[in-house]
Nanobody, 126 residues
Framework: QVQLAESGGGSVQAGGSLRLSCAAT????????MAWFRQGPGKEREGLAV????????FYDDSVKGRFTISQDNAKNTVDLQMNSLKPEDTAMYFC???????????????????WGRGTQVTVSS
């Protein structure tokens, strides 16, 4: 099994930056894809960025493309999300998720992910 734990959330003013980190423990060799999602107040959870762990290939939702960067640190078993030019509408609970097993897909659909962290809050003030 894999366990995920997010960190790095906090409060920032619009235009600022935050870096989120997702630490993976357990059977990390079984992870094929990892992604970041967020869920704002009264909104559905949405996918932001995904990384294919075995080839370092990334894909972004249009809402964050050019502002957010997903990356992996194999030595630390972490996947980070660098968030720049933050806007008040970026305020949300941010979750990392993993696809584990023998198959996977480069997807931002939450239904594809079988392992989730508990989330970290990001608040952007105007």
């Amino acid at each position: 099994q894999v366990q995920l734990a997010e960190s790095g959330g906090g409060s920032v003013q619009a235009g600022g930056s935050l870096r989120l980190s997702c630490a993976a423990t357990g059977n990390t060799d079984s992870i094929n894809f990892m992604a970041w999602f967020r869920q704002g107040p009264g909104k559905e959870r949405e996918g932001l960025a995904v990384i294919y762990m075995r080839a370092d290939i990334t894909f972004y939702d249009d809402s964050v493309k050019g502002r957010f960067t997903i990356s992996q640190d194999n030595a630390k078993n972490t996947v980070d999300l660098q968030m720049n030019s933050l806007k008040p509408e970026d305020t949300a609970m941010y979750f990392c998720a993993a696809q584990t097993g023998t198959t996977g897909t480069m997807s931002l659909s939450l239904n594809e992910y079988n392992t989730w962290g508990r989330g970290t809050q990001v608040t952007v003030s105007s």
